[in-house]
């Protein structure tokens, strides 16, 4: 199994920034990939960023040339960077690991942007 632990959330004006982290623990050499997901109140959880092991990344149209989806390998952390942030990406902020074809999902965290 693995362990997702996400940080970094918060309230941010429209415009602002912030920087999501997500550490993992547990079985983490059977990672094959991991990303970041979001669900506002009322919809569907979506797709914001991924990463592959080989350091590929695809974006969700609605955050291309805004957020930066990077991973530390030395320290088993996932990053996504936010900026210019709209009032449109608040969410609850999800990381995700693709552990042999499962998805491990850690408990989200909180995301509000003021406009």
């Known amino acids: 199994q693995v362990q997702l632990v996400e940080s970094g959330g918060g309230l941010v004006q429209a415009g602002g920034s912030l920087r999501l982290s997500c550490v993992a623990s547990?079985?983490?050499?059977?990672?094959?990939?991991m990303g970041w997901y979001r669900q506002a109140p009322g919809k569907q959880r979506e797709l914001v960023a991924t990463?592959?092991?080989?350091?590929?990344?695809n974006y969700a149209d609605s955050v291309k040339g805004r957020f930066t989806i990077s991973r530390d390998s030395a320290k088993n952390t996932l990053y996504l960077e936010m900026n210019n942030l709209k009032a449109e990406d608040t969410a609850v902020y999800y990381c995700?690991?693709?552990?042999?074809?499962?998805?491990?999902w850690g408990q989200g965290t909180q995301v509000t942007v003021s406009s």
């Open positions: 995700n690991a693709n552990v042999g074809g499962f998805g491990s």
């Open positions: 990463i592959t092991n080989f350091g590929t990344t």
């Open positions: 547990g079985r983490i050499l059977r990672i094959n990939g």
